[in-house]
Structures are given as structure tokens and as C-alpha cells.
């Protein structure tokens, strides 16, 4: 790690390892083959991953993960048809507003901060709703940190045949997915995630089939995945400048990766690194949203204590005072804050932050162990 950096547990960006940060220590021409060859070992190694060899294409697109989600959905969907997003959070919501801002119609189930959207649900409105085409949901939602049950909703599109798109953004790397089992029009992810690259383009695993028929119909000319991909197929570049130094980096980190033993080590490593956050948090007295059932190996939501004492702007600047940077709650029903797994963190990163989560909650007057929430929110295990 570089020093004085200071860890972040804001999945993403995210911490990065040295070896990736060095591997952006060079130009490279974007018309070159020497930089050509390095986005077609990225698409490989990613396609591999997501067990899609003989059934998808996997496409790069510039810019954050919202850029990727954008593209896919205005390339695959329709413009006369009618989508299903189920939401469970801010990632659901946004989907949905890109679609209403692509004049794509649309109607969804929204269950709230975080309950997840359950499979019989989605049956029955596929069943009422016989003019749904598409299916979209969110595989894990950062807002909470929910681990949807992506396999049950796969099932009922499949059986209802429909199509799914995952946003598998902070999933995709550290949790198994099999596109062609599941299976699944699309899957959509970024370099800045699980794979712990640094930031600066997205891509979607994307049915071959689908996408081949998918000419013409996104109303965006740089966002178009079709054209994307017709020309990287004709001359290995991206269609617009590319993000160079990203992609370096993220080969490195692809290849560290499957260093670590592919998606197994990585979700060995996070789920660790939660289950030793939730057990160091919950013995300083904080407890988590939701219960362990649904809880993530990606971000962890834990309530804030019911103190007049805490300050969640304070609490962040002695945390960050002790050399880690954390993420505020996103939810509307309780106050809240977040924990990342992902990243280069490892045991004694862990560990310290824990440490210094104590001591910022002395700093802020508090005794440990913290008083609990203001209100319990409802079980999930009654869902
Ligand atoms: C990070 C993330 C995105 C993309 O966000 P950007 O800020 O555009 O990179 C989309 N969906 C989910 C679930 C995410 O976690």
C-alpha cells in the first residue's frame, strides 16, 4: 500500500494493492496492439469468469458503473417494451430512472430500504403483467448491503420466459455466477469492485444472440454496447478513447485475482473479513440491519447508536484520524453508517479498524459498549 493512504471501506473505489497501482506506470498507445491485446485478455478473462465462453460477449464502456448499466439497458431493451425492476435500494431506483429517462416503459416492485424481492412475488406479477419483457435487479445492493436471491428470480424468468439483467456491479468477482446456467440476457459490472481495479470503465457480460439483434436501437451514440462491440470485433480498439491506464491496472488485478483463487478466494477473504467486522462491531455494542441470513461478504449497514453523543460527521473524521475512510448509511427508515470487505483488507486492516471505531466512539464521549438503536427495525427472518 502506498503510505499514509489511508484504507477505504467504501466499496468502491476501493483500497487497491501496489502491484496494481504500478501497473498504470506507462503510455500506452490506444491504437497499438501491444494495448489492443490487453483489453482482449481482460474480455476473456472476464467472460471465463462468468462462465460465458459459448454463449456471451463481454463489452467494455467508459466511465463509472451507472455509464455500463446505462449502455446496457438503452442497447437491450426494446424501446416499445416493458421492464421489470425489482428495488430494493438507491442501485434499484436508479435503474429504473434511467429507463424513465430513456422513455422505456417500466413498472416495479419496491420493497423498500431492504427487504429483498422474494421469487413467488415476482412469479405473480409476471403472471398479471403478461406485457413484461425484461427482468432487472440488482444482485447485491451496496445502499444496504443485501445479498438478493439472485438464483430464485432467475428460475421464475426462466420459467416465464423472460429476460434477466443483473447488476452484478459490487457482486460480480466475489460471488459465483454462471451466465449460462442461470441464465442471464446480461450481467453488468465495473473495473473498481470485486476485482480491485481503480476506476474508470464498466462492461456487461451480454447474451451473443440478443445482443447481435440488438443494432440500432439505443437512443445514445457513445453509450451504444452494439456499436462497441461491432468495433472492437472489427479492430480490437474501443470505439472512443479508451481509459489506458485503467485497463492496464485491471489486467493486473484480474490476474491477482485468480492469484487468490478466483471468485472462491476472493469470497473466502470477504467473507472473513465481514464475519470478523460484524463480531468486532457487535461486541462494541452496534448491530447490523439486517439479520445474518441477508448480510453481504460486500458492505455491512449497522445502526447508529441511540445516543445524543454521536455524531455520525464526527465519528467519520476520528475514524478517518486513525487511518480509514467509511461510508454513510443510505437508508430512509434509520440512521446508519457502512463497512466495506472488499478492497486489500485483510485480518490486521480489519482489525484495526475495529479498533479505531472504539476509540472513536470514546473520542465522541461514548462508552463502549455503544447503546443500542433507536428502534429495532423489523426482522427479516419473519419475511
Ligand atoms: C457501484 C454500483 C453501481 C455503479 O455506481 P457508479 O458510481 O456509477 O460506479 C451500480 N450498481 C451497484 C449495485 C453498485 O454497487
Excluded at 69 to 79: D, H, K, M, S
Excluded at 115 to 135: C, F, K
Excluded at 339 to 349: K, R, T, V
Amino acid at each position: 500500500m502506498t503510505p499514509n493512504d489511508p484504507y477505504l471501506l467504501t466499496p468502491g473505489p476501493l483500497t487497491t494493492s501496489l502491484s496494481v497501482k504500478q501497473a498504470m506506470l506507462h503510455d500506452w498507445g490506444s491504437w497499438d496492439n501491444d494495448f489492443n491485446e490487453l483489453t482482449a485478455e481482460v474480455c476473456a478473462r472476464l467472460l471465463r469468469v462468468a462462465g460465458g465462453q459459448d454463449s456471451h460477449v463481454c463489452v467494455p464502456m467508459q466511465g463509472s458503473g451507472t455509464f455500463a448499466v446505462e449502455a446496457t439497458l438503452g442497447t437491450l431493451v426494446p424501446r416499445n417494451s416493458t421492464t421489470l425492476v425489482l428495488m430494493n435500494g438507491a442501485y434499484g431506483q436508479r435503474i429504473s430512472k434511467i429507463l424513465d429517462r430513456l422513455g422505456r416503459r417500466c413498472l416495479a416492485i419496491d420493497k423498500g430500504d431492504y427487504h429483498p424481492p422474494r421469487g413467488d412475488e415476482v412469479a405473480r406479477t409476471l403472471r398479471q403483467h403478461p406485457e413484461i419483457d425484461q427482468v432487472v435487479v440488482v444482485h447485491c445492493e451496496t445502499s444496504s448491503g443485501i445479498l438478493n436471491p439472485i438464483p430464485e428470480i432467475a428460475e421464475v424468468c426462466e420459467k416465464a420466459g423472460k429476460r434477466l439483467i443483473i447488476d452484478s456491479m459490487s457482486a460480480f468477482g466475489a460471488l459465483p455466477v454462471n451466465v449460462a446456467e442461470l441464465p442471464c440476457a446480461a450481467l453488468i459490472s465495473s473495473a473498481n469492485k470485486c476485482f480491485e481495479g481503480v476506476p474508470g470503465f464498466g462492461f456487461a457480460i451480454v447474451d451473443k444472440t440478443l445482443l447481435s439483434e440488438s443494432e440500432g436501437q439505443c437512443h445514445s451514440l457513445s453509450l451504444d454496447l452494439y456499436d462497441q462491440w461491432r468495433y472492437m470485433e472489427r479492430t480490437g480498439q474501443w470505439r472512443y478513447t479508451p481509459p489506458t491506464h485503467v485497463v492496464a491496472a485491471f489486467l493486473q488485478a484480474l490476474r491477482e485475482h485468480e492469484a487468490e483463487g478466483g471468485v472462491a478466494g476472493r469470497l473466502a477473504r470477504y467473507s472473513r473479513n465481514r464475519d470478523r467486522l460484524v463480531a468486532g462491531l457487535r461486541e462494541l455494542g452496534f448491530q447490523t440491519l439486517l439479520a445474518d441470513e441477508w448480510l453481504s461478504p460486500i458492505i455491512t449497514t449497522f445502526l447508529s447508536p441511540d445516543s445524543p453523543d454521536f455524531d455520525f460527521p464526527r465519528f467519520y473524521e476520528a475514524i478517518k484520524a486513525r487511518g480509514f475512510l467509511i461510508y454513510p448509511g443510505k437508508l430512509t427508515v434509520a440512521e446508519s453508517f457502512r463497512l466495506g470487505c472488499i478492497g486489500q483488507l485483510h485480518d490486521p486492516q480489519i482489525d484495526a479498524v475495529v479498533a479505531a471505531i472504539a476509540d472513536a466512539c470514546q473520542s465522541l464521549g461514548m462508552s463502549v459498549p455503544v447503546p443500542p438503536p433507536a428502534a429495532a427495525p423489523d426482522n427479516l427472518e419473519n419475511q
